[in-house]
């Protein structure tokens, strides 16, 4: 099952939107897209959750991967625009420690620079 992702580009920086659920039936579609992206070019890398409303593990596992992925190469990892409820999991599990998260687009934009 494939999740809906809707793409929008900010000077260098690709945006990311998934929408609805982000979990074990879809995360392997999701990491094929993004990797996808990075092994095109993409250094600067924003996921906005406004529109996600579930992340699992799966789902998780997949941006910390992004995330190493383009660590190893200079590129740039953002998540912004989250639930507080997805906020409270990144918060709980670390995850706030090793990918930046930020309120809003505009903030996580000015990370990627």
Known sequence: MDIEVAEERSDETLILLPVGRLDS?????FEA???ERIA??????VIDFSRLNF???SGMR???????KLQGSSGTLVLCAMKDHIHEVFRISGFD????????????L???G
């Open 33 to 35: 897209l993004v990797m």
């Open 62 to 68: 997949v941006l910390l991967i992004a995330a190493k």
């Open 97 to 108: 420690r090793i990918i930046p998260i930020k309120d809003s687009r505009e903030a996580a």
């Open 25 to 29: 039936a879809n995360a392997r579609s």
């Open 110 to 112: 000015v990370v990627t």
């Open 55 to 57: 992340i699992s593990s």
């Open 40 to 45: 095109g070019g993409e250094q600067r890398l």
